[in-house]
């Protein structure tokens, strides 16, 4: 009878803790609603956060990491979803931990996500994150090749943003790709590339004059041009 008794007081007390437990969902999904209508980053993280405590999900997981990586905690956005790749890894998870090690100088363990974003949707915003680390890896050659596939696969209406200067701006991603591949000629030979990395500079520029970098690079090339050039005299 005693053991009767027990076993009815459980049954009832999980069935309980799984009412609660669906209203608590219901709730947190209820706040995440109203704190994504906001537009409060901080009550989207807190409602996903609870609601991952109560439900875990991967999906859900993936996008708590967006949105800190899209705040720039990068940090919090890899201690949620991890930094290894996985066969079974979401697009988005690939490109949180790509965008995430990238802004935290992991260049090398970025780059492995990089290439199989590539991989996966090729297209020339991730070839230029590509090209960028592997010119900063000093890996000039394959660098080059994920260039000329962004200049020819490039539109006219596709643009990247620069953050160098104190006002961000957007110059044409062609451009971007031109001044890209001027660097990476200047540094695979520094001394013997620098009237060819200021060609590629003045393509850029041809495009977009305005574009800041090309104009601050160009200027640096030539510079050092005058400078090597008084050296010789």
Known sequence: MKKLVFLSLFAFTLQVSAQSNSELVKHFESYYQQMKNHGDVQGIINA???????????????TLAYVYASEGRNLEALNTIGIELGTGDSDLNVEVKAIALKALNQREKALVHYEELFKRKPNPYIAYELADLKIQLQKFVEAKQNIEYGIANSKDDMKRSFYESQQPYQTSLKAAFLCLKGLAVFNEDQKGNVATAIQFMNDALAIDPNFNLAKLSREALEAR???EAANKN
């Open 48 to 62: 996903m956060t609870h609601l991952e405590v109560l439900s875990p999900l991967q999906a859900r997981r993936d």
């Open 225 to 227: 041009r005058s400078q």
